[in-house]
């Protein structure tokens, strides 16, 4: 018995385990089509759905917008350059005053002021620093112990022991102290 293209249509059109089976066949390609559809196009929908949110929230700036943040970027950018030239003028009066080089003054530029002011400092003691250890250095490089000179508000202390230690020579050179430091009862 043969069976014709006909005799299936009616069995699936008519008996109702035909139109069962019709319906799964077509569920399943239905089902198929529209993850096919979501793999392809879900994604690309989302990404735009999700743009045209975003454009509508905040939307693009408008060219006079974008002038006006250029301007303002330029003025800020100015007055950074500003202050920073009168921090540099300032730096290099300082440094000038305290007798240190001014050619590196650009590292020790801060941010403002008061941090370009402790910059300064810190380069002012290390600087110093080395510069007292260089010419130590020299000085018995060439066979001398360096004269330590005190400014006139720090007075020397001297002890019995001390004076009685010291050269000739050098108990002549520190008379002057020694008698001072007698009178007013600093000799310990």
Known sequence: MDITLDQVKSFLDSDPEGQ???QSVTDAKVTQGIKTWQTNNL????????????SKRYPAETEEQKRLRALEQELANEKQTRIRAELHSRAVTEATKKGLPTGILDHFIGADEDQTA???????AV?????QREVEARFAAGGRAPVVTRPDDQQRTFTREGIARMSQEEHNRL???????????RVK
């Open 20 to 22: 069962k089976f019709i």
């Open 43 to 54: 994604e690309n929908l989302l990404t735009q759905r999700l743009e045209q949110e975003i």
């Open 118 to 124: 402790q910059n300064i400092a810190k380069l002012e």
């Open 127 to 131: 600087w110093k620093s080395e510069v």
């Open 175 to 185: 008379w002057p102290e020694i008698s001072k430091a007698l009178a007013e009862g």
